[in-house]
């Protein structure tokens, strides 16, 4: 067997050198076809409102459209008026969506619309207190006045869902069920952080560090039985290392690089 090392984003980056360009063709095994389907029917700005027949799915203490964690608004008639973005199931969005569901927007956590680093978007977007009290963000519940005031200013849902994205990557990779993920507490992102956090995002098995990229850390429930979540409850995983177990774990070429690049050479 040969084995042929390449690095995609190297090999499409000196391609561009020349005038050519790499278009990648992925392969998702499961549903994750029907994932990039969803995601295809958001407009470019990464926005979609006017959806008919809307469900939203509360997983793991986070809003889902689809198997796509998504932030949720509603539309203000006035232009100047900031928008209060949700990303759990909270009070305020429950009624909102029952009696204002014609002027839902679904935002990816990716999409400029949500780049709360734009001024300008800044001032017309906001995280929801409910929300964040729910999850617990940087301890947000708990946290003085002043504090709170900060976490608020400082909350940004990107980076907020590279930290989450392994719930979004486990559930469409078939690892772990829809139905598993509802019987968690709402609070569950703050347990999760924290549980990367204090294994300090560094696979407990290969050993690479992969705070750089952080989508591609898991924190693996060990006994989903007990429902207890210490941080001890939990194995830290790299995406490579759950793929060789689970196959149909997807992972995307720059990914796979970042691994590469990164992971420990083993002694031989």
Same mark, same amino acid.
Not at 206 to 226: E, F, P, W
Not at 248 to 262: A, G, S, V
């Given at each position: 067997?040969?084995?042929?090392?390449? !690095?995609?984003?190297?090999?499409?980056?000196?391609?561009?050198?020349?005038?050519?360009?790499?278009?990648?063709?992925? *392969?998702?095994?499961?549903?994750?076809?029907?994932?990039?389907?969803?995601?295809?029917?958001?407009?470019?700005?990464?926005?979609?409102?006017?959806?008919?027949?809307?469900?939203?799915?509360?997983?793991?203490?986070?809003?889902?459209?689809?198997?796509?964690?998504?932030?949720?608004?509603?539309?203000?008639?006035?232009?100047?008026?900031?928008?209060?973005?949700?990303?759990?199931?909270?009070?305020?969005?429950?009624?909102?969506?029952?009696?204002?569901?014609? !002027?839902? @927007?679904?935002?990816?956590?990716?999409?400029?619309?949500?780049?709360?680093?734009?001024?300008? @978007?800044?001032?017309?977007?906001?995280?929801?207190?409910?929300?964040? /009290?729910?999850?617990?963000?940087?301890?947000?519940?708990?946290? /003085?006045?002043?504090?709170?005031?900060?976490?608020?200013?400082?909350?940004?849902?990107?980076?907020? *869902?590279?930290?989450?994205?392994?719930?979004?990557?486990?559930?469409?990779?078939?690892?772990?069920?829809?139905?598993?993920?509802?019987?968690?507490?709402?609070?569950?992102?703050?347990?999760?952080?924290?549980?990367?956090?204090?294994?300090?995002?560094?696979?407990?098995?290969?050993?690479?560090?992969?705070?750089?990229?952080?989508?591609?850390? *898991?924190?693996?429930?060990?006994?989903?039985?007990?429902?207890?979540?210490?941080?001890?409850?939990?194995?830290?995983?790299?995406?490579?290392?759950?793929?060789?177990?689970? *196959?149909?774990?997807?992972?995307?070429?720059?990914?796979?690089?970042?691994? !590469?690049?990164?992971?420990?050479?083993?002694?031989?």
């Amino acid at each position: 067997m040969v084995k042929i090392n390449s !690095n995609f984003s190297k090999l499409n980056a000196s391609l561009k050198q020349v005038g050519a360009e790499l278009n990648f063709r992925y *392969h998702f095994n499961n549903n994750r076809s029907d994932i990039a389907l969803t995601r295809s029917k958001f407009n470019s700005d990464g926005t979609l409102s006017k959806i008919k027949n809307l469900k939203i799915d509360y997983l793991a203490g986070l809003s889902f459209y689809q198997n796509n964690f998504v932030a949720i608004y509603f539309q203000n008639l006035k232009a100047d008026k900031i928008n209060t973005f949700h990303f759990s199931e909270c009070n305020d969005l429950l009624i909102n969506l029952e009696k204002n569901e014609s !002027n839902t @927007t679904l935002i990816l956590p990716d999409s400029e619309k949500a780049d709360l680093k734009k001024k300008d @978007t800044n001032k017309l977007l906001s995280p929801c207190h409910l929300c964040l /009290e729910n999850t617990n963000w940087n301890n947000f519940e708990k946290a /003085e006045d002043w504090s709170k005031r900060i976490i608020i200013e400082q909350f940004n849902i990107l980076e907020f *869902h590279k930290q989450m994205f392994s719930v979004e990557r486990e559930l469409v990779s078939n690892f772990i069920s829809s139905d598993f993920l509802k019987t968690l507490p709402k609070n569950f992102p703050r347990i999760l952080e924290t549980a990367k956090s204090y294994k300090k995002w560094t696979c407990q098995k290969c050993k690479i560090n992969v705070s750089g990229m952080k989508q591609l850390y *898991h924190a693996v429930i060990l006994d989903r039985t007990l429902k207890r979540y210490l941080p001890n409850d939990f194995l830290g995983l790299c995406t490579g290392c759950l793929k060789v177990k689970y *196959h149909d774990m997807y992972i995307t070429p720059e990914e796979l690089d970042f691994i !590469n690049e990164f992971r420990p050479k083993s002694k031989k």
